[in-house]
């Protein structure tokens, strides 16, 4: 086991050194950043679950490490060998802050008055927002929570394709506006939807969203500095950081997730974000592991069925993270979705931690040579940004991932920006 742990964090820590260096931020150098945040948490929780199912694991997480970065190594390789045989000296692309057109502003503002529309309209169909209850709760220094509350959302019409436009279309669109182009108009539009943006992105209770959209920002914001020299001051960072923190810890509190008979509420509240970041997931994929090691391998049906249930006309299906979930706390009303390794393995045995990572590391190896060959304009950045961000996220569940966290939507909105070839080859006034 303590070979294991040795061999995955050498080859981790060799890779994202060496990957940084080379290529800067990428998918990849981000999806292994967080895999070690998931095997470091799946160590941390072994003394809590018998030795087997953690050294299982730990293999699956190394083999498929090794054949992603693997993966990525056929890629460069491949992509080193045309660049020679093509010519000696490349040609860079060109670098335009100012190429995006009226069109794409009209798409963006489009965006983002159908998204404040239609999560008003939820919150509203609700009865309730979470975020501005627990302000409330957190300035009268009352002490109630919310729990069955934040459970409540899962019973509201329409919760999971709300769920695209409160935490992707809307929070990035909204830091689009602010930071990535230079319209003072527009910016004001920015800074006036921000409330908005926070109170829906909070509203249903969940953390999770919020935590990857800070993710999104650091991100972006060291795009936005490599390429056009621009960003945000040390100390509005900073602040952001601060109230970001305040604002986890209040609905930590407000969400019933620490007991205040137990000690101070704010050191107990930055515990439950630590551990809600190395250890919630973790141990979720090791009990999803538990319950998988006794299934049979169901050869793609799991995978497929989840996608087929994306659909408003639903299979009748209970999914790994509702049966684990339930025999852990007796409903099915909320999921313990395993790990993307787990999931691998339950849908295509040790395929799936081998065939399946190798495949990866060549989808999202591409994405990278795909961004370096673009034009850089803002909307490059933006959207690449956006698929660092959440195509590295994926450390659970299966493809379903891609599209319950935003993946697709961001594909979407770079074709809906782009469709005319907007800023390109459309006619237009260019802001």
């Known amino acids: 086991m303590n070979l294991i742990i040795v061999v995955y964090y050498i080859i981790s820590i060799l890779f994202i050194l060496v990957h940084y260096t080379r290529y800067h931020i990428t998918p990849a150098l981000i999806f292994v950043s967080m895999q070690i945040v998931m095997f470091t948490g799946i160590i941390m929780s072994q003394a809590l679950y018998p030795l087997y199912y953690v050294e299982k694991l730990s293999v699956m997480y190394l083999l498929s490490l090794v054949f992603f970065v693997s993966g990525i190594m056929v890629v460069g390789l491949i992509r080193s060998n045309k660049r020679i045989e093509n010519s000696v000296v490349m040609e860079i ?21 159908i998204s404040t529309i239609v999560c008003s309209i939820f919150f509203f169909n609700a009865g309730i927002n979470i975020f501005i209850e ?14 069955s509350q934040r459970k409540d959302f899962t019973e509201v019409r329409g919760v999971g394709y709300v769920y695209q436009f409160r935490t992707i279309i809307l929070p990035l669109l909204n830091i689009f506006l602010l930071v990535g182009q230079k319209n003072k108009n527009v910016k004001v539009l920015g800074v006036v939807i921000i409330p908005f943006t926070v109170s829906f992105l909070l509203g249903t209770g969940q953390r999770n969203a ?43 509190i407000t969400n019933g997730r620490i007991s205040s008979s137990s000690g101070n509420e704010l050191t107990l509240s ?10 919630v997931n973790s141990r979720a994929g090791l009990n999803g592991m538990m319950y998988i090691d006794s299934q049979q391998t169901v050869w793609g049906y799991d995978w497929l069925i989840m996608l087929v249930n994306i659909l408003p006309f639903k299979v009748e299906y209970t999914s790994v993270a509702s049966i684990v979930y339930n025999s852990l706390y007796g409903t099915y009303r909320g999921t313990e979705p395993p790990d993307i390794w787990s999931s691998a393995f339950y849908n295509w045995s040790w395929f799936g931690v081998i065939v399946f990572p190798f495949i990866l590391g060549i ?11 673009k034009t850089k304009t803002p909307l490059i950045i933006f959207i690449y940004a956006g698929l660092c961000t959440y195509l590295g996220l ?36 260019h802001l």
Do not use: C
Request: positive net charge.
């Open 93 to 113: 692309p060109s670098i335009k802050y100012e190429s995006y057109s009226s069109y794409q502003l009209k798409v963006i503002i489009t965006l983002v008055s």
């Open 134 to 147: 627990s302000i409330k709760t957190f300035i009268s220094g009352g002490n109630q929570v919310f729990t």
């Open 210 to 252: 919020f935590v990857f959209f800070l993710l999104f920002i650091f991100i972006y914001l060291i795009l936005q500095k490599k390429h056009f020299k621009t960003g945000i001051s040390k100390l509005k960072l900073t602040l952001l950081f601060i109230v970001s923190t305040i604002i986890l810890s209040i609905l930590t």
């Open 270 to 279: 930055l515990l439950s974000i630590l551990d809600r970041i190395f250890g």
């Open 363 to 373: 989808i999202y190896h591409s994405i990278y040579f795909w961004f370096r060959n």
């Open 394 to 429: 994926w450390i659970s569940d299966g493809p379903i991932f891609l599209f319950n966290n935003g993946v697709i939507t961001i594909l979407i909105m770079y074709f809906l920006l782009h469709f005319k070839m907007a800023g390109i080859n459309v006619k237009g006034k």
